[in-house]
């Protein structure tokens, strides 16, 4: 079953059978949307910052109260105990140390930039964060307890910092709390949201929603667990979601999918509209009315995809169906997914995403061995990959998937063919393959920051790419096993 083509599915393009009814499966969400709010009157996303759009284990909100507790005792003569005393009257220490005359309005910037001047390292971004926010179509604000100078450096290291309007933060609040009504009315202020009910918090934190709910904003608790690992239950949160990248299953109604970019450039070419003249796509789809809807796709030379929503009878769903996304390392794989994922629920599973989970999971055997081969730029053993992917396809609960960075060999391809679970329950309806020049390639990957995006990793990627991934892909299309979809994303 691992690489025939379908025989009803294919046509001029290719027709995905989408179970909206997994639409948040595997997601981790839990929704209790208030009916007294309507999510269609949302104009104003404010985005949290630290532990929100990035998680690293509130590693960086460590290190501030570290650096705060120092920074008191050297320039304030503060014992631990008293700082966090005015951390527990006065909702911030720096608000606390304005009140209680420990600094004066001259010094309160200085004393900022120290407690801010914590190592940033472990602020990365998770694969189509970027794409994500892109796509949001309502104004976007940052709304932090930090400084701006604190967020401009995290956004910067995200790759984001020019996705949205404003930063609001402890400058702009006067330094309350973020969680007082002080606070969330400033931001308002600033956004020019002229109601309660335009507004809405992405946060991390139980007290910021809490006085986001009672003042009439729609929230979004974002994280599973709390910096003690202790599991959050967010009462007054109308969404909970374990990472920011789950916004669009949840809430459709605030992003733009299905509109194409007037302007593509670098990895964000590929832009996406419908063909039948709708500006958009119907935010949900009705089980009721149908369960089912498959999506024609087209994908042009020029990087255009092309999509058309018809329905479709179930009876197609038999097996689990997946379309391989290939490309050079840095080709923008995560960049089309993450498009194809959001607009079409599909779900999207990445190889490489994969493996840098599997490395640092204790209780995998292979973790070392995939820890020293990704340093190194080589490949995993096939058969490891191979489970890994299965098994994530099968975690997810989803039908249809996009398998990005796989397969990279004519090894990786033999396993997935032999493999048990693949050939009784997996159909491989084609590939994607995006083309890209090495020296833009290379470029790309050096700017993006992640710790295996070392020169000779590079180099090596790219060899194996030309070497043996692209002969896999020929040899699929000479075979007439899928259909090939090229995608120019230089």
Known sequence: ??????????????????????????????????????????????????????????????????????????????????????????????????????????????????????????????????????????????????????????????????????????????????????????????????????????????????????????????????????????????????????????????FAFGKAKSEPEGEDNVSVRSVDGDDEYPDTVSPEASPYFTVDVEVEVDGLVELDMTHVDVDVLEYLRVIFVVGGPGSGKGTLCARLTNSLNLHHISAGDLLRKAKNDSNNPHAEEIKETLAAGTLIPSHILVDLIVDEMKASGGRNFLLDGFPRSEDNMSAWVNHERVKEEIQLEGALVLECPDAVLKERLQNRGREDDHEEAITKRLEIFHKETKVVIDELEKQGDATIWPVNSN
């Not at 794409?131 to 956004?155: D, G, N, P, Q, Y």
């Not at 709390?177 to 969330?184: N, V």
Request: net charge negative; proline share 2%.
């Open 1 to 254: 079953m691992g690489c025939k083509s379908s025989k009803a599915a294919l046509r001029n393009g290719l027709e995905v059978a989408v179970d909206v009814v997994d639409q948040v499966d595997a997601t981790a969400v839990t929704a209790n949307a208030k009916s007294s709010k309507n999510i269609e009157d949302v104009e104003f996303v404010f985005f949290d910052l630290d532990d929100t759009l990035y998680q690293n284990g509130y590693k960086t909100e460590r290190m501030l109260t570290k650096r705060i507790g120092e920074v008191s005792e050297r320039l304030f003569n503060l014992t631990e105990e008293v700082i966090f005393a005015l951390y527990q009257e006065h909702g911030t220490t720096i608000r606390g140390l304005i009140d209680k005359d420990y600094v004066g309005i001259s010094d309160i910037q200085e004393a900022l930039l120290e407690f801010h001047d914590v190592d940033l390292s472990d602020v990365r971004p998770a694969s189509g964060l970027r794409e994500m926010i892109e796509s949001v179509k309502k104004r976007r604000f940052i709304f932090t307890a930090s400084i701006r100078e604190h967020a401009e450096r995290c956004l910067e290291r995200l790759g984001i910092e020019d996705l949205f309007e404003d930063i609001i933060d402890a400058h702009a609040c006067e330094y309350y709390s973020k969680h007082s009504d002080h606070a969330f009315k400033t931001a308002m202020q600033i956004a020019g949201a002229e109601h309660h009910f335009q507004c809405i918090l992405l946060d991390d934190s139980m007290r910021n929603i809490t006085t986001a709910h009672h003042l009439g904003w729609h929230t979004v608790c974002v994280g599973m667990k709390d910096r003690n690992g202790n599991e959050k239950f967010p009462e007054h949160s109308d969404f909970h979601i374990d990472t920011v990248l789950e916004l669009p299953d949840i809430i459709p109604q605030l």
